[in-house]
């Protein structure tokens, strides 16, 4: 244990807290932590799970009389937790009117005093923005219209600033407005790359693609499905002709190592014998730790999963001048973390938007584009799938499902579909439960990679979810671990680059991830599984399904639930100021 961790264990003994609660409030707290806890014993409540009674019963134990219910420092905690519990819904910001009742319902008895406190101790950041909207305009008789009165948000202050972050990068890469290339040469540039590379693409993706030549930053849209794959990847190699030829260079992305192997082994196929003629892949990760780019053409796949934060450092990478592409499915879910970045860029009306869209196949779509397709309209029909590529699975309990996943993934679709076990992923709409993400890890474990679990509970060749962010990685990540060394584990990710992570609270068992988890990835084979009692939502089905490339199973225990949730559970509404930023700027 480190000299960081016991000092902060020695403040948690005498506030009656467990010692385990140490290495988080240090990663939380940084290297000060044990001063800052022993100072203010309400920081307790940055931590996820302990709740305002535990931190005020540490707090009475640690400062006596001193803790009083209107203490600042309470009153500022107070504010801080509310909006972490927004930030965990998405929410980059709160409106102050509604901030107010929430603090007061979490014990505060003077709310606009705890708003105040957060503020001028710098735990929370507020913003305003007036609505640009001429229907809120009151006209005086001389014509000049009177101002509405600002609306006051309060953010944390790394999630309010990062999101302010990405709207002033985005209005700096829209201020650029240089085309790359006029209309008629992008144009004929796509007609020339469609025939080296023997294919054709729909007049709306060639639209499309002259769009990405004359506008600095533009959404392109595109459906579910290995048929839309397939036309995203044909774009793609277009758009890498229009920044060859044009000589600006093209830079391709992805939010995780797994999306990039997924997103060159789309290219490989459109390309047939010559892959190297085309563009590779890289996550953000790599992106980022390569440092500010001078391409002139920067596109992002999977954009949808995204939260505001990841996408700030995106846009911070992208050169003066340089064009920036998001390519985005808006039916999926938005981001596990604070922001519905694509969606704020649509509404905002300061980016074009375009599609992308594969021609209609004689066949029409395949069965899982077609049930993806069906979800997001708010059903779920049986579909006809001849090569077994969609399967319902239903189960009576949890503890069915969870021994159908494991079927599935050790047995039945190695079996019957010629896919190996360590390329099927299971998506599970839960973390805990019987069939939640730790049981069916656990459960994956013994049967695929057994072992003592000598490592912090992990051992070499387990599959392996990365939780944070470091040299080469991001949250999201899966890989192989392949081994120990002093420098921390070193996991072997998909596409075959190998990373050591030094912090062993990164590393999650990677079999069964969660949605939010699963975002933004996509395997050859997944295995959605829907438990009892889950909330279940159309966005969160409809993303399961969009993970899939060959095969998706659906274990589905909810008893009804599935079908009512896709039919009546849109995706929550997020509070967020992006809209603002960009109309304002």
Same mark, same amino acid.
Request: contains cysteine; aromatic residues 2%; charged residues 20%.
């Given at each position: 244990?480190?000299?960081?961790?016991?000092?902060?264990?020695?403040?948690?003994?005498?506030?009656?807290?467990?010692?385990?609660?140490?290495?988080?409030?240090?990663?939380?707290?940084? =290297?000060?932590?044990?001063?800052?806890?022993?100072?203010?014993?309400?920081?307790?409540?940055?931590?996820?799970?302990?709740?305002?009674?535990?931190?005020?019963?540490?707090?009475?134990?640690?400062?006596?009389?001193?803790?009083? =219910?209107?203490?600042?420092?309470?009153?500022?905690?107070?504010?801080?937790?509310?909006?972490?519990?927004?930030?965990?819904?998405?929410?980059?910001?709160?409106?102050?009117?509604?901030?107010?009742?929430?603090?007061?319902?979490?014990?505060?008895?003077?709310?606009?005093?705890?708003?105040?406190?957060?503020?001028?101790?710098?735990?929370?950041?507020?913003?305003?923005?007036?609505?640009?909207?001429?229907?809120?305009?009151?006209?005086?008789?001389?014509?000049?219209?009177?101002?509405?009165?600002?609306?006051?948000?309060?953010?944390?202050?790394?999630?309010?600033?990062?999101?302010?972050?990405?709207?002033?990068?985005?209005?700096?890469?829209?201020?650029?407005?240089?085309?790359?290339?006029?209309?008629?040469?992008?144009?004929?540039?796509?007609? $020339?790359?469609?025939?080296?590379?023997?294919?054709?693409?729909?007049?709306?993706?060639?639209?499309?693609?002259?769009?990405?030549?004359?506008?600095?930053?533009?959404?392109?849209?595109?459906?579910?499905?290995?048929?839309?794959?397939?036309?995203?990847?044909?774009?793609?190699?277009?758009?890498?002709?229009?920044?060859?030829?044009?000589?600006?260079?093209?830079?391709?992305?992805?939010?995780?190592?797994?999306?990039?192997?997924?997103?060159?082994?789309?290219?490989?196929?459109?390309?047939?014998?010559?892959?190297?003629?085309? =563009?590779?892949?890289?996550?953000?990760?790599?992106?980022?730790?390569?440092?500010?780019?001078?391409?002139?053409?920067?596109?992002?796949?999977?954009?949808?999963?995204?939260?505001?934060?990841?996408? $700030?450092?995106?846009?911070?990478?992208?050169?003066?001048?340089?064009?920036?592409?998001?390519?985005?499915?808006?039916?999926?879910?938005?981001?596990?973390?604070?922001?519905?970045?694509?969606?704020?860029?649509?509404?905002?009306?300061?980016?074009?938007?375009?599609?992308?869209?594969?021609?209609?196949?004689?066949?029409?779509?395949?069965?899982?584009?077609?049930?993806?397709?069906?979800?997001?309209?708010?059903?779920?029909?049986?579909?006809?799938?001849?090569?077994?590529?969609?399967?319902?699975?239903?189960?009576?309990?949890?503890?069915?499902?969870?021994?159908?996943?494991?079927?599935?993934?050790?047995?039945?679709?190695?079996?019957?579909?010629?896919?190996?076990?360590?390329?099927?992923?299971?998506?599970?709409?839960?973390?805990?439960?019987?069939?939640?993400?730790?049981?069916?890890?656990?459960?994956?474990?013994?049967?695929?990679?057994?072992?003592?679990?000598?490592?912090?509970?992990?051992?070499?060749?387990?599959?392996?979810?990365?939780?944070?962010?470091?040299?080469?990685?991001?949250?999201?990540?899966?890989?192989?671990?392949?081994?120990?060394?002093?420098?921390?584990?070193?996991?072997?990710?998909?596409?075959?680059?190998?990373?050591?992570?030094?912090?062993?609270?990164?590393?999650?068992?990677?079999?069964?991830?969660?949605?939010?988890? $699963?975002?933004?990835?996509?395997?050859?084979?997944?295995?959605?599984?829907?438990?009892?009692?889950?909330?279940?939502?159309?966005?969160?089905?409809?993303?399961?399904?969009?993970?899939?490339?060959?095969?998706?199973?659906?274990?589905?225990?909810?008893?009804?639930?599935?079908?009512?949730?896709?039919?009546?559970?849109?995706?929550?509404?997020?509070?967020?100021?992006?809209?603002?930023?960009?109309?304002?700027?």
């Amino acid at each position: 244990m480190s000299e960081a961790v016991e000092q902060v264990g020695a403040v948690l003994d005498r506030m009656g807290a467990p010692r385990a609660l140490a290495p988080r409030l240090l990663a939380l707290l940084g =290297p000060g932590a044990a001063a800052e806890l022993d100072a203010d014993p309400w920081l307790l409540l940055r931590v996820p799970r302990v709740s305002v009674e535990q931190a005020d019963f540490c707090a009475r134990r640690h400062l006596g009389e001193a803790a009083r =219910p209107d203490d600042p420092r309470r009153l500022a905690a107070l504010t801080v937790y509310a909006l972490h519990r927004a930030a965990a819904r998405g929410h980059t910001a709160v409106e102050e009117k509604r901030l107010l009742p929430m603090v007061g319902q979490l014990g505060a008895a003077a709310p606009r005093a705890a708003l105040e406190a957060a503020e001028s101790s710098g735990a929370a950041v507020v913003f305003e923005s007036t609505d640009d909207s001429d229907d809120d305009f009151d006209f005086a008789e001389d014509g000049v219209p009177d101002l509405p009165d600002p609306e006051r948000f309060l953010a944390l202050p790394d999630v309010g600033h990062g999101e302010q972050r990405l709207g002033e990068q985005l209005l700096r890469l829209i201020g650029g407005n240089d085309p790359i290339m006029d209309s008629a040469t992008a144009a004929e540039t796509v007609d $020339a790359a469609c025939a080296k590379a023997g294919f054709t693409v729909s007049d709306r993706t060639r639209q499309a693609l002259v769009t990405v030549a004359l506008r600095p930053v533009a959404v392109l849209r595109h459906g579910p499905g290995p048929e839309q794959a397939g036309e995203v990847a044909r774009a793609l190699v277009c758009m890498h002709a229009i920044a060859t030829d044009s000589q600006v260079g093209m830079v391709l992305a992805a939010p995780t190592a797994q999306a990039a192997a997924a997103l060159d082994a789309d290219l490989a196929r459109v390309l047939g014998g010559a892959p190297e003629e085309g =563009p590779r892949a890289v996550s953000l990760a790599a992106l980022a730790a390569a440092g500010p780019q001078e391409a002139g053409l920067v596109v992002l796949c999977e954009s949808m999963s995204l939260g505001a934060a990841r996408a $700030a450092e995106l846009a911070s990478l992208c050169a003066d001048g340089a064009h920036l592409v998001l390519l985005a499915d808006l039916d999926q879910a938005p981001s596990a973390t604070p922001g519905q970045v694509v969606a704020d860029i649509v509404r905002s009306r300061v980016a074009h938007t375009a599609e992308v869209a594969a021609p209609e196949a004689e066949r029409g779509p395949g069965p899982i584009a077609e049930l993806a397709a069906a979800v997001a309209g708010g059903e779920v029909p049986e579909v006809d799938a001849p090569a077994r590529e969609v399967v319902r699975v239903p189960a009576s309990s949890a503890e069915e499902a969870a021994h159908r996943v494991v079927q599935l993934v050790t047995d039945s679709i190695p079996r019957a579909l010629e896919i190996p076990a360590d390329q099927v992923q299971v998506v599970a709409a839960r973390e805990d439960g019987p069939a939640g993400a730790r049981a069916l890890n656990a459960a994956c474990k013994e049967r695929l990679n057994p072992g003592p679990g000598a490592h912090g509970g992990f051992d070499p060749g387990d599959r392996v979810l990365l939780a944070a962010a470091g040299p080469g990685y991001a949250p999201g990540d899966t890989g192989v671990l392949r081994g120990f060394g002093e420098a921390g584990a070193s996991v072997e990710l998909s596409g075959g680059a190998e990373v050591t992570v030094s912090d062993p609270s990164a590393l999650r068992p990677g079999w069964a991830v969660t949605v939010a988890a $699963a975002h933004g990835g996509r395997w050859p084979a997944v295995v959605g599984v829907f438990p009892p009692g889950v909330p279940v939502s159309r966005p969160q089905v409809y993303t399961t399904l969009t993970r899939a490339v060959r095969h998706v199973s659906l274990v589905d225990a909810t008893g009804g639930a599935l079908e009512a949730g896709v039919r009546e559970n849109t995706a929550p509404v997020r509070t967020t100021r992006l809209v603002h930023i960009l109309r304002e700027g």
